[in-house]
Every structure is written in C-alpha cells, then in structure tokens.
C-alpha cells in the first residue's frame, strides 16, 4: 500500500490531489497574488512583469506601488532611469511580501530586453539581489529568472559563481537544458503548455496525458539531469490543464497558476508518482556535446524551440513595456 494510502486509511481522509501532489513534488505558485499563496500553501512562488502588473493594478495591492514611488521621489533619477528605478523596487516589493508568506523562494524575473545581453543581465540580477538585501532577504531566498538563451546562459554561469541563484526561464529543448546544467545554474523552467499549444497548431489535433509534447520534453530534461547526475531542479511550468500535472508527478518542482491549484485542490483522485531518480537511471540516453556553435545550431534545428523562445522573449518584452507605462502615469510632476 502506497504512502499516501496509508495516510488515508490512518485518517480516513481522501486527500486532494493538491496535497497527493506535495507528496512528489515542490509545488510552486505561479502568481503575485498574495491570498492565493497563502490559500494553497505552496513552498517557493515564480513572478514575471505581467503577474507583476495584473496584481498591482488590483486595488488591494495598489499601496505597494504608491510606497515605492513615495519612497523613490528623491532618488535624483528622472525619465527612464526613474521608471526602472521604480519597477526594480516593485519587482523586490512584491517578492519580499510573498517572502513573509511561503517558507521557500522567490523567483524575480530580468527585463527580457536583456535576454543577448551578458553584461546586462548581471548587472541587473546584482541590483535585485542587492534590493533584496536592503530589505533583509537572504540571497538563498531568491532566484533571478533569465530567458535561456546562450547569453542568459552564460550570465546564469557568471551570477551563480557569485553565490546569486538563477531560474532558467523561456526553456523549450533538451539543448538549452544540457547548456543549462553544464553551466550549474540552480533551476530550470521548462515550459509544458507553450510546447503543447505549438504542436497542437503545428499538427493540428489535440494531446492527452503522456503523448502531450510538453511532457515529454520535461520527461525527457529530467532523465537526462538524473542519468548523469546534474543537481540543477527541474521546475515544469506554463501548464494548459491538470492532466499534464499529472503526468509529471515526481518531478522536482511544478510551478502552477491558480486557477489549477484550484482544479487540483477541489479533486480527490490518485494521482501516481511518474518521475523518479531511480527510474532515469537505466534510461538509454547519450550525452550531449556542446559549445557555442552546437548549441546554437541545434536550437536553431528545432522549429518549435526556436520560435517559442523568440516569441516568449517579445511578449515579455512587451510586459515590462506595459509595467513601465503603467507605473509611469503613477509618477507624479
């Protein structure tokens, strides 16, 4: 009898599949709702600038933009340099209160406008951590989300070598994974449902359970990592159902919205754990070769890792666009 039908019968309690899924897997909120973390107690909570926006334009939020703006009026910084200054302090305002909430981390994403910029991006993922510490937050407390490009990648290498923790973002391939591993960043966010939504377009017709492309290409990062021993997490992200949750119990991490929190906190059926060290061990899996030309060819090679990822990075540009405007009609003369 499984663990969790012993936990059961010792109750006599159905548990969730919220609960059944903790038992695998750190589930992670994919929000910057503060009453919906506190709801779900996950463990760590993932923010990006559109979950940024969409809670701060809510009006129980809207105190902590006013804060940072009344707390930024004398900074001497005007225009652009002001705005970012702003948002810098808003990304770090939201993580720190999610902070006082779940027991483990945060991620902060970078501007994706800095995603083929190596220089930038540390600079910029050292003032957020340099932020967090202003306001007491440990360094171990945060990861600093960089797309996973070959310069995100190589800034990830850089800032993990200082001790700054990064979420590898916008990650849709086995080679991005295998650079990303190589380069001992802290965590990975394959994204499940951008890879489904691609394929299901691209062939026209649906998938379900463990035929979805988007689980398998999870499946397949994480028995690569596990083969060969790569501490790196595996967090799946960007999930378009609760049945592709599903299939990926066991992994490291899950990062899930809220609304599918819901779906899985409201259900009482068994879920199974999928993925498991031991399981990857004897997979057949050869090792990847890579440097920079391979690396870039590869990615290239592959349509749908290409295209997503390039697509990823203009949307979240276009967020941080919507942020700064946003916060710039707050600021007043």
Known sequence: MSTIAVEEQETGTKLSQLEQLKRFTKVVADTGDFETIRDFKPQDATTNPSLIL???QKEQYGHLLEAVLEDRKHS???????IEDAI?????SFGTQILHIVPGRVSTETDARLSFDVQGTIDKARQLIALYAAKGVDRERVL????????GIAAAEQLQKEGIKCNLTLLFSLVQAVRCAEAKVQLISPFVGRIYDWFKAANKRDYVGAEDPGV???QEVYTYYKKFGYETEV???SFRNVGQIVELAGCDLLTISPELMGELANSHDSIERKLSPDGAKDAGVKRLQLDEKTFRYLLNDDAMATEKTA???RKFAADIVKLEKYVAA????
Do not use: R, Y
């Open 216 to 218: 398998h290409s999870v």
């Open 88 to 92: 810098d302090h808003l990304l770090v």
């Open 311 to 313: 697509e990823g990075i």
């Open 235 to 237: 967090m799946g992200a």
């Open 54 to 56: 969409a809670a701060a």
């Open 76 to 82: 001497g910084l005007t225009g652009a340099a002001q």
């Open 330 to 333: 707050k600021i007043k003369p």
């Open 144 to 151: 600093i989300k960089i797309a996973s490009t070959w310069e």
